[in-house]
């Protein structure tokens, strides 16, 4: 029987932390799960919480990070442990806002993998907010122009934030930069079947599960050179560059709470944009530095 583990990122919202948690320990059936949660120094102390909470739990594993070093990078930390340490077969990188309410998640998976065979798995991830299905996403930072176009938008919303005039600089963004368009929040669900398996598709950051195909030949989960944003647009290039196959599997579902801990840091919607702008912009030159790269390689 493969070992499956799970990774989890905490930063500050213990609640949800547990909520994950305890879906995965009273939901899933399967005889060989661990956890692996991440506590990326959340200044609230909430890692104790959670480390004090699971002690007592043989196959549970709690990290804690000296430093918050971001989305990706902190994944990453619980990616390395599950491969290298628990010797996983498969591993499962979730949100600590998200919870399972399906026994058969992790068996179907497996199944999914032996019938088929993939790199990377994404489930149905459906939000708690509006019943949304997430998966799969809209390829938009597909091509360095599209690319550079936004960072320019974003970079003039930044500045404008600053002196809090983004909202309305968004409301007259035409105006502003003539056939300009920010970038898409993937809501277009009419471009999918979601009860359709479809596979070589971009898929949602939220939930991903490597195979033994993926682990056995990286090191990482995420592309470990950002702090937050665009993670899945970059895996989505390394999976087209590296030629890997990618399955969007909706026997296997997943709820979505969406963006608990950035609330939590930035409970005034300016100071979350501001910081939405910085790392989106910061984030798409890394996403702009790879592509380059390949191209530089391909001549």
């Not at 058969?104 to 790199?119: A, G, Q, R, T």
């Not at 979350?272 to 592509?291: A, D, T």
Request: glycine fraction near 2%.
């Amino acid at each position: 029987m493969p070992i499956f583990s799970f990774v989890i990122l905490h930063y500050q919202t213990a609640d949800d932390t547990i909520k994950c948690v305890d879906s995965i320990y009273n939901t899933v059936d399967y005889p060989k799960v661990n956890i692996v949660v991440v506590d990326n120094a959340s200044p609230n102390n909430t890692g104790i919480t959670i480390k004090e909470h699971y002690r007592e739990k043989s196959n549970f594993t709690f990290i804690q990070n000296t430093a918050n070093i971001g989305f990706a990078k902190g994944n990453n930390v619980g990616y390395a442990y599950a491969k290298h340490t628990l010797k996983s077969d498969f591993i499962a990188i979730i949100n600590n806002d998200t919870f399972i309410e399906q026994a058969e998640f992790l068996s179907n998976i497996v199944d999914c993998y032996n019938k088929k065979s993939f790199h990377i798995l994404g489930p149905d991830i459906i939000s708690v907010k509006d019943k949304r299905h997430q998966n799969p996403r809209i390829e938009t930072l597909s091509d360095p122009p599209v690319i550079r176009k936004f960072i320019r938008t974003y970079t003039l919303m930044y500045i404008l934030s600053i002196f809090n005039l983004d909202l309305k600089a968004e409301s007259l963004k035409k105006k502003i930069i003539p056939g300009s368009k920010l970038p898409s929040s993937n809501r277009d669900e009419n471009r999918f079947n979601f009860k359709e398996e479809m596979e070589n598709v971009k898929l949602h950051g939220s939930a991903v599960v490597y195979s033994p195909d993926f682990i056995k030949n990286y090191e990482y989960g995420f592309y470990p050179d950002t702090f937050i944003y665009c993670e899945e647009s970059i895996l989505n290039f390394i999976v087209k560059r590296d030629n890997l196959k990618t399955i969007y599997y909706p026997q296997s579902w997943i709820y979505h709470t969406e963006d608990s801990a950035t609330d939590a840091v930035y409970r005034k919607p300016h100071k979350k944009r501001k910081f939405y702008y910085k790392n989106f912009i910061r984030s798409s030159r890394v996403l702009l530095k790879l592509m380059k790269e390949r191209k530089n390689k391909e001549r």
